[in-house]
């Protein structure tokens, strides 16, 4: 038995899974959540401690189960690394957390992204590093603490990435991979080094930053304190690993040109591979990103929508309140039972339109300030239009994402979808109904947790490349094709979806 060790550092907690080399299949998996503090409407932090405790918790439970099915700790051969973007955590002289990471849902940083545009040039910037200064990235936030915190910007030595800062706890290596360093706005993405031009320009000491690492090879390995920790053996190769998103690519063997992702997590994406690092220039600023693979010499394009499976879990959880109450007393899962009340409703959930806006917008939009909520709401309306016209809703965000993709020239011959709301029959058949797009599922259960593994098996000799494990790994499972019947119903929906935004922006895009 030859056995990868897949851990993803999500926003509501922890995974970590082990799978066998050989096909792919899913030994044990164990998650552990942890809490999520909005200090201040918008802001979103997190304790790295508490990730540090859940991610023990999670190896030393997924080792437990895994003896019971004779694998041994032995048995494996490489840890991959997976998790949340854009985040701050700031180590000092002595590698101590000086304060809560700020996250990617954090929307304090308008002012440093203006600041930071201006100070580089809006064209410039976008030269530098191939993509905009937005609240969600990692340099406006730093550039918070710095304007904001001075007495503790003034002690940080060293900046790390979340799932970077697992990596640290590992193996002892301050190191950040590159698919993730990508999306800070400090490195040159075509190059996949840190830029001078940026760094200089906003005045941010280099030495802030680690050395950057491939995704697929290792970049230390496991120490003899996580061991006696864990269970697991000290010195297996920790991969460098991958952002959450080019590592759910991977995981669903988006490592070739004409396969796209789709993924409906939280927040939700559709991401294109690249080989070359295309920009969308069709304006002053690019409405998608540029970032750089997991897969060594390639790129990705990627369209966002912050409120994706997020816009769901409000629903439920103020909305769907028996639903709730049930799911806690009966096990019967709270969106399968709105998911039936929303199969009821009729395409275009009869006028009702939802702007998922809860937590700003990236594509297209890039307003940080953009606020959702629902329009064309009648006496005829109940809830079960609500809740279809939420998952109309982030269709519809997501085919902006996938429309603006296409423009930039690049095949998508095939879509794959992923994530907690691409489990969802119903909202599967919605998107593949709007997108007019057949949509296929494989079987990466465990999401970007896979795709952290296949890399840990390359980084550990098992695999040669990152396609070959794929090759090897990666099967479609599933097929979703859209019903052409509902499209002239659809199409007419988002016409009125995409016309609601520029109309209401004076009074739905307001600071807080």
Known sequence: MQALLGIDLGTTGVKAALFAAEDGRVLTDAFIDYPLYHPQPGWAEQQPSEWWQATLTAIQGCLERASSLGVR?????????????????????????????????????DAQCRWMTERVGAAQLISYVSNPALTGFTAPKLLWVRDNEPEIFARARTLLLPKDYIRYR???????????????????????????????AIELDPSLLPPVVPADAASGSITDEVQALTGLPAGIPVAGGGADNACGAVGNGIVEPGLALLSVGTSGIVLAHATSPRVDISGPVPRVHTFNHAVPGAWYLM????????????????????ERALERWTGVDAYETLAREAESVPAGSEGLIFLPYLQG???????????????????SHDRRHLVRSVLEGVAFSLKDCMTIIREQGLPLEQVR??????????????????????????????????????LAGVAGGVYASVPEACARTVRIVERTAPNAALAPAYRQAYETYRALYPALKPVISKPL
């Not at 369209?303 to 028996?322: F, K, Y």
């Open 73 to 109: 700790p032995s048995d494996i051969r490489g840890v991959g690394l997976s998790g949340q973007m854009h985040g701050v955590v700031l180590l000092d002289e002595q590698q101590q957390v000086l304060r809560p990471c700020i996250i990617w849902a954090d929307q304090r940083s």
């Open 170 to 200: 590992l193996t002892g290596v301050l190191a950040m991979e590159i698919s993730d360093a990508a999306g800070t706005c400090l490195l040159d993405v075509k190059q996949g080094t840190w830029s001078r031009e940026v760094l200089s």
């Open 303 to 322: 369209g966002v929508t912050q409120g994706a499976g997020l816009s769901l879990r409000w629903v439920r959880d103020n909305i769907g309140l028996p």
């Open 361 to 379: 917008e990236r594509t297209p939009h890039l307003d940080a300030y953009a606020r959702g909520g629902w329009i064309g709401l009648t006496a």
């Open 417 to 454: 979808a992923t994530g907690g709301g691409a489990k969802s029959p119903l909202w599967r058949q919605i998107i593949a109904d709007i997108l007019e797009t057949e949509l296929v599922t494989t079987n990466a259960s465990e999401g970007p947790a896979f795709g952290a593994a296949l």
